[in-house]
């Protein structure tokens, strides 16, 4: 059984940053390719990055330059630093793994921009 975990969400004023993290527990996620997605109210969750277990690392056009995806295998943990944060950036982020054609979520950590 696979779980993940994200922490790191928060109120943050517009220009700030933060950074979420993704914990995967079980032995899978070294050879997994992990990305995060985000729901804002009203409407669809959508790709924000995601990166490969080679580490080939994609961006959203809305966040690239402002946003950057990493991850440390020895901790089975991924990373989204996420930098000059707007208020468009608001939302509830996931972390997702694909592992063997098999799709996993985490539970979300929300993500508030405001001034």
């Known amino acids: 059984q696979v779980q993940l975990v994200e922490s790191g969400g928060g109120l943050v004023q517009p220009g700030g940053s933060l950074r979420l993290s993704c914990v995967a527990s079980?032995?899978?996620?070294?050879?997994?390719?992990m990305g995060w997605y985000r729901q804002a109210p009203g409407k669809q969750r959508e790709f924000v990055s995601d990166?490969?277990?080679?580490?080939?690392?994609n961006y959203a056009d809305s966040v690239k330059g402002r946003f950057t995806i990493s991850r440390d295998n020895a901790k089975n943990t991924m990373y989204l630093q996420m930098n000059s944060l707007k208020p468009e950036d608001t939302a509830v982020y996931y972390c997702?793994?694909?592992?063997?054609?098999?799709?996993?979520w985490g539970q979300g950590t929300q993500v508030t921009v405001s001034p």
């Open positions: 997702k793994l694909v592992r063997f054609g098999n799709v996993y």
């Open positions: 079980g032995s899978i996620f070294s050879g997994a390719a």
């Open positions: 990166i490969s277990s080679g580490g080939i690392t």
